[in-house]
C-alpha cells in the first residue's frame, strides 16, 4: 500500500509539473480515497470528477421536498361571496 501511494504521489507530481491538471486532480482523489481506507482497485474505477448523471427533478432547490396531497376524499371549501354579503348598511362617519 505505502509502495502505490509514493508511486501515486510520484506521478501526481509529474502530472502537475507537466501542466496536466486534470490528471493530478484524479490522482490527487485517489490518494485521498487510498487513505481514507479503499482499496486500491475501487479508488482507481472510482468516479471523482462529479460528472454523473442527476436524476430527474431531483435538482435545484426544494425539489427534494414531496408534493403535499390533500387526505382522500378532502374537498376545497366553498368560496365566500365578495359581492356584499357581511357589510353592514350603515354609512361610516367620515
Known amino acids: 500500500m505505502a509502495d502505490t501511494i509514493a508511486s501515486i504521489e510520484r506521478r501526481m507530481m509529474l502530472a502537475a509539473d507537466a501542466l496536466d491538471f486534470e490528471e493530478a486532480r484524479r490522482l490527487r482523489d485517489q490518494l485521498n480515497l487510498l487513505r481514507g481506507g479503499a482499496d486500491p482497485e475501487g479508488a482507481a474505477q472510482a468516479d471523482t470528477a462529479g460528472l454523473t448523471r442527476q436524476q430527474p427533478g ?28 357581511g357589510r353592514s348598511k350603515r354609512k361610516r362617519p367620515n
Do not use: C, E
Request: charged share 20%; hydrophobic share 25%; no cysteine.
Open 58 to 85: 431531483a435538482m435545484g432547490l426544494g425539489s427534494s421536498r414531496s408534493r403535499p396531497m390533500p387526505p382522500p376524499g378532502w374537498k376545497p371549501p366553498a368560496r365566500p361571496d365578495s359581492m356584499t354579503s
